[in-house]
């Protein structure tokens, strides 16, 4: 895994606990509102750390921090991410993975072995409608079968779906909501027009949703999930 950023300190990226973020390098998603596009764009993107230099830090913050965000770009993509993840804990610290559910293989090797405790899984659009956004419309058997590793897991999880149009409109967030129903936590992201892969893709229009539309789709989602909380 080439690490493509370090975020030191973090009171947001993992719910109830103080982390640092490791952003991995590549994605294999091409969504055009990513706010990471230095990641996906793999030759615009250098490693800023080395593995020596993350782990030493780690070392150095523990009793600081309570936990490590793995994100991206795309961690499953990675073959050593299983072993990444239990390097940190074995270190002392609760892991937390970023994914968008494209690799339940390899999420379920990681909850098979412990290696993991909290699991965000992005939820682009309907599950059954992913050729739009990733060019691959065959992908939908991955994504429902990563939602239900996660939601039958024994750890915290969420899912979470930015809010930008066409991928998201009320009866598309009705579709992911009853794929999802019963899941414990579901966290819908307000769109920023900062730092987008493919700005031109949303050139004359106005993709986000305002407050009384974003209370709107939390509606929607709270009929069938647990809790649902804007951000």
Sequence with gaps: MVFGGLQKVS??????????VLFSRGCNFKCPYCHNPELVKETACFPFFEKTEVYDYLKRRKGLIEGVVLSGGEP??????????????????????????????????????????????????????????????KIGDQITMSIKLIMQSHIPYEFRTTCVKPFVSPDILKQIAEVISGADRYVL????????????????QNPGFDDESMLQLKKIAALTVHQCVIV
């Design 11 to 20: 009171l947001i990226d993992y719910p109830g606990k103080i982390c640092s």
């Design 76 to 137: 499953t993509l990675h073959e050593d991410l299983l072993h990444h993840c239990l390097t940190i804990k074995h270190l002392g610290f609760s892991v937390k993975l970023d994914t968008n559910g494209s690799k339940p293989h390899v999420l379920e090797t990681l909850l098979n072995n412990h290696a993991v405790d909290y699991v965000a899984m992005d939820i682009k659009t309907d599950p059954f409608d992913y050729g739009k956004i990733t060019g691959n419309g």
């Design 189 to 204: 992201q307000r769109f920023h027009h900062e730092t987008l892969l493919a700005p031109e893709f949303f050139k004359g």
